[in-house]
């Protein structure tokens, strides 16, 4: 038998081999990370691939089609005053085109118009975990288990009654970091009865908002883009040097509409080999853009014909 020495030492080193397992682990279990872009800043959420793997898929489908550009959350209920349990998005966007929408919203000079977000089939239920606070939930149609879309919530509270309730409130993903600040600050926003415009609107949260004023783009709870963030951290770098500026731009525009085969050099940022407007939406928060209230995402053919001084001129008005 082996030293009270040679004991200890053979102790320290399970320990230390226990938890590299465990850091292994816990990294090799990791989920997927996506970024919000708010009008109020940005978040990170891990998504819960190996719970929820197809509640997981229908939302990175909604990302990778950019369906959740320019959509805003639309209801921050309460429980009771002052007491706000979710914050609700996912459910409708901005649009260039006035035709068949809901609403006309003013964007600078020109014009954008709310509509419902196209939506595919919806998923089965995949209830797994609590719906505590700083998780991410799918909404759904009151005695449908098995009808969510588009549209999820999180949760500003432990709402544990919602692990019940309707067979269960599937959590597919959960705010990691310093992100609830942010998501506490777009709960915290005024709401404002807009049922007048479409029924999900009478718990609206609008920022700076007086009743009676034009209804503007910046009045809304914008999600501006969600990306799948990828592993060198660094979203929108085609070119691969830790930094998003103006070749990796230029890479984006020069390949602007090409639609299968495009590379990571090409501006293709999410991997699906084309190059579009959700691909512009890593270099953008990469970039740290903030839209001014007067600008837009550019059409695939305005971007294409941009020369590099246009694209300097960009670069400095957005800094």
């Known amino acids: 038998m082996g030293s009270a020495a040679d004991v200890h030492r053979t102790a320290l080193a399970l320990c ?4 590299v397992l465990s850091v292994v682990a ?3 279990c990791a989920g997927m990370i996506v970024r919000f ?3 109020l800043g940005q978040f990170d959420v891990e998504l819960f691939d190996t719970e929820a793997p197809g509640t997981v898929q229908n939302f990175l489908n909604y990302i990778n089609r950019g369906d959740y550009i320019d959509s805003f959350f639309h209801r921050s209920a309460e429980t009771a005053p002052g007491q706000k349990f979710v914050l609700q998005g996912g459910g409708f966007a901005l649009y260039p085109d006035g035709a068949g929408t809901i609403y006309p919203v003013e964007h600078g000079a020109a014009t954008k118009w709310i509509d419902k977000i196209p939506t595919d089939d919806p998923i089965d239920n995949e209830y797994n975990r609590s719906n505590l606070r700083g998780t991410i939930a799918m909404a759904k149609s009151a005695g449908d288990p098995d009808s969510a879309t588009s549209q999820f919530f999180f949760n500003l509270v432990d709402n544990l009654y919602l692990d019940t309730s309707n067979g269960g409130f599937t959590v597919f993903a959960e705010v990691i970091g310093p992100g609830m600040d942010v998501v506490d600050l777009m709960a915290s926003q ?3 009865d807009a ?4 029924g999900a609107f009478n718990d609206l949260p609008l920022i700076d908002y007086a009743d009676g004023d034009p209804l503007r783009r ?3 709870l914008l999600i501006n883009h969600i990306i799948i963030l990828p592993a060198t951290g660094v979203p ?3 070119n691969g040097d830790g930094i998003t500026d103006i070749v990796d731009l230029t890479a984006l525009a020069a390949n602007w509409g090409t639609e299968g085969g495009a590379t990571l050099r090409q501006g293709d940022f999410n991997g699906d080999g084309n190059v579009n407007r959700v691909d512009y939406g890593y270099v953008w928060t990469g970039w740290g853009l903030i839209d001014d209230g007067g600008g837009t995402l550019p059409e695939p053919a ?3 014909l941009m020369g590099i001084g246009s694209l300097v001129l960009i670069h400095r008005r957005k800094k």
Do not use: F, R
């Open 37 to 39: 872009d708010t009008s």
């Open 218 to 220: 910046d009045h809304l």
């Open 26 to 28: 816990s990294t090799a």
């Open 302 to 304: 305005g971007l294409a």
């Open 195 to 198: 049922s007048s415009i479409d």
């Open 236 to 238: 929108g770098d085609a």
């Open 190 to 192: 005024e709401m404002y």
């Open 16 to 19: 230390a081999a226990a938890l």
